[in-house]
């Protein structure tokens, strides 16, 4: 009598006993004949794929030598018939349930597709197009729905065994299709015949050969936020299913590369008057800045994106900036993307700046971080469309055009903007 499949890896450890309590050396036996011709027959030659010579020679020897084991068994045959009216009459009660499995179906698929992608990439040192493989499953899923049958997936296993086999070409996927047909048509007798256990040995040795030696060498030397990361989505696979070790993996992966990101926003960024760069290392376009009052013109230079990760960062510097300060030159040259708390911060930041009345200016800002900006309307209700600069050049020239290498000119600006300023919050109220 059978026992009920485990459901995942902690239910087999658990009851492990059951099996090894019968144990069936016949099964063994056959199991290490069908490794053995898999690491071996290569030796003699390359020209047969050895897992296939392991399968019928393994095969045959528990057919000929009626081996009590195991089998696939029955297989279907013939051309299924078409499930159109069951289709057409589920019960609307199961929709939900039925909407529910099958996002989770799909998830999991392309999940497994994907890998499975990745890992034939690996090997054949090619690389897949994800949508004509995702697309085309999807197509193939919902014709199989129509005969009754179920949903299936790339498989790494089978993936990795053709792969070795030497089929990287689309005619191997062809070939594996119309040998499915002729089992439906008929072939399905023999095939029913092939000892489990004879599977069990390919799979094994399958199992070991996707194995990243390489990578698990490497833990001890990649980061060690990118090595329990690993160890996490491993276990979670292993221990759990697949579905939730990926959702768990992509969670704490986004987490480390925002923090990642942070780190580096913060390293790279720096504030500076104009009169500290002298005998230092500005931006190339910096180093002829020479106009008077350099001491109350400082410039702040941000890298990397600007999201919530280095919010908190962005408005300590500000905090920090010399009372003495009257122009604020903001360089976003190298500032890629801002979301919606990094505008927040820069807003927060710059009505801090003006409630001091200093003059904020913005050069080099690139199209996503200016839209947004826009959009918050921090430009130009906070920041005067003429205080947007495309590069330092043209900042350069304002200020000292406006400036008039005196102060007085500088102080008469920054009265006036604080008049418009107050006046639109007179106006919003």
């Known amino acids: 009598m059978g026992h009920k499949s485990a459901s995942n890896t902690v239910d087999i450890l658990l009851n492990v006993a059951t099996p090894l309590s ?3 050396l ?3 036996g056959l199991g290490a004949l069908t490794i053995a011709i898999i690491y071996l027959f290569p030796k003699i030659t390359k020209a047969v794929p050895s897992a296939l010579v392991a399968l019928i020679c393994s095969t045959l020897v528990a057919f000929f030598l009626k081996l009590d084991v195991p089998i696939i068994g029955e297989i279907p045959s013939g051309i299924p018939e078409l499930k159109i009216s069951s289709i057409l009459n589920v019960d609307p009660n199961m929709y939900w349930t039925m909407a529910e499995f099958g996002i989770m179906l799909a998830a999991l698929g392309a999940i497994d597709s994907l890998l499975t992608s990745v890992i034939a990439d690996n090997i054949t040192k090619t690389k897949h197009n994800s949508n004509q493989e995702l697309i085309g499953q999807g197509i193939g899923n919902i014709a199989a729905a129509f005969i009754g049958g179920l949903p299936g997936a790339g498989a790494t296993m089978r993936t990795v065994v053709n792969v070795n086999s030497g089929g990287k070409t689309r005619l191997s996927g062809f070939i594996h299709g119309l040998l499915l047909v002729t089992i ?3 072939l399905g007798k023999y095939a029913s015949l092939i000892p489990l256990s004879v599977l069990a040995g390919i799979l094994i040795t399958v199992g070991i050969g ?4 390489k990578g698990l060498r490497h833990l001890i030397r990649v980061p060690r936020a990118d090595a329990v990361i690993l160890i996490i989505v491993l276990l979670i696979t292993v221990f759990g299913n697949l579905l939730h070790a990926v959702g768990i993996g992509l969670i704490l992966a986004c987490v480390l590369f925002m923090k990642k990101s942070s780190d580096l926003a913060e390293s790279g960024t720096s504030v500076k008057a104009l ?3 002298d ?3 500005p931006w190339e376009d910096e180093g002829d800045a020479n106009f008077a009052y350099k001491n109350k013109i ?3 230079h941000l890298y990397g994106a600007m999201f919530f990760g280095f919010t908190s960062r962005f408005q300590e510097l500000i905090k920090e900036l010399n009372n003495e300060i009257r122009v604020l030159i903001i360089r976003m040259d190298k500032v890629p993307h801002i979301d919606q708390s990094g505008v927040y911060a820069m807003e ?4 801090d700046l003006q409630n001091n009345k200093v003059i904020v200016l913005f050069t080099g800002v690139q199209p996503q971080p200016l839209d947004m900006l826009k959009k918050i309307d921090i430009i130009p209700d906070l920041v005067p469309i003429m205080h947007v600069f495309d590069s330092f050049k043209d900042c350069e020239v304002w200020l000292k055009h406006n400036l008039h290498d005196n102060i007085e000119g500088l102080n008469q600006i920054t009265k006036e903007l604080h008049e418009v300023k107050k006046a639109k919050v007179a106006y919003r109220m």
């Not at 996707?210 to 030696?213: E, R, S």
């Not at 927060?348 to 009505?351: N, S």
């Open 22 to 24: 019968n144990i069936s």
């Open 26 to 28: 016949s099964a063994i």
């Open 184 to 186: 439906l048509l008929g």
């Open 210 to 213: 996707i194995i990243d030696y």
């Open 275 to 277: 009169a500290g760069f």
């Open 279 to 281: 005998g230092e290392q």
């Open 298 to 300: 400082y410039i702040k």
């Open 348 to 351: 927060e930041a710059i009505t």
